[in-house]
C-alpha cells in the first residue's frame, strides 16, 4: 500500500456510520459535493498509474478521504469556507493529523482541482448508468 494512502488509514474502523458522518459534515461544513467522485476516481487511477495499483477505499479510511475531500473542494469552489482547525474539530482530528490528510488529499490529485464540464458530464452520465 502506498505511504500515501497509508495515511488515511484508520487503525480501527470509526463507529460513526457513513451516513450520520456524513449529514455531521454537512451539518456543520456545508459545501458542495459533488466532485469527490472525481477526485476519489483521479486519485485511484494516478495511484494505479505511479504504483501499478490503485488504492481501496474500505471503512478504515472511508471517513478520512471525506473529511480531507470536503475540505479541499470547498477551499477551492468556493469563497467563502472553515479554517483547518474548524474541520479538524468537526472531524474529531487532531490537527497536524487532519493538516496531513488534506496534504496527501492534494498529493494524490496531483495538485490538479480543475474539473471540466465534459469531465463532469462523463462522471454523470456514469452514475446515471450506473443506477439504472
Known amino acids: 500500500m502506498p505511504a500515501a494512502t497509508l495515511t488515511f488509514h484508520a487503525r480501527n474502523v470509526p463507529t460513526i456510520s457513513l451516513e450520520v458522518y456524513l449529514l455531521h459534515i454537512l451539518k456543520y461544513c456545508p459545501t458542495t459535493n459533488e466532485v469527490l467522485l472525481v477526485y476519489f476516481d483521479r486519485m485511484s487511477n494516478l495511484s494505479s498509474d505511479a504504483v ?3 488504492f481501496v ?3 478504515f ?5 471525506i473529511i480531507a475531500g ?3 473542494t470547498s477551499k477551492f469552489f468556493s469563497d467563502v469556507f472553515y479554517t483547518n482547525s474548524h474541520y479538524a474539530k468537526v472531524s474529531s482530528l487532531p490537527l497536524a493529523e487532519f493538516n496531513q490528510l488534506k496534504l496527501q488529499f492534494l498529493l494524490l490529485n496531483n495538485f490538479c482541482l ?3 464540464s465534459v469531465e463532469m458530464q462523463h462522471y454523470a452520465e456514469q452514475l446515471i448508468l450506473f443506477s439504472s
Do not use: A, E, Y
Open 52 to 54: 501499478g495499483h490503485s
Open 70 to 72: 470536503v475540505t479541499v
Open 57 to 59: 477505499v474500505d471503512l
Open 61 to 65: 479510511n472511508i471517513h478520512h478521504f
Open 114 to 116: 480543475v474539473i471540466s
